[in-house]
């Protein structure tokens, strides 16, 4: 089964936008893993949000925001 995202990359989406953020900070990502293995079982959970003036992203918002990138970098190439 594939996965919108891991937590790292859903890390990088949100820092992208919204650059004062940092992972481990202002928001903290995971993904579930299979037992013993480093394969992603389920789909990346957003644990921990801190900031009280934006409200926590949810995935449609990083698969917005990460298709958005994707089409100003192939713009840009």
């Known amino acids: 089964m594939a996965f919108k995202f891991t937590a790292h990359e859903a890390a990088d989406i949100i820092e992208a936008q919204y650059p004062a953020l940092r992972n481990g900070r202002d928001f903290w990502t995971k993904h579930p893993v299979r037992r013993g293995s480093a394969e992603q079982i389920g789909e990346v959970e957003i644990t921990e ?9 949810t995935i449609d918002d990083l698969v917005t925001w990460a298709a958005a990138m994707a089409a100003a970098a192939e ?3």
């Open 49 to 57: 949000w801190q900031p009280a003036d934006i409200e926590a992203p």
């Open 75 to 77: 713009g840009a190439a």
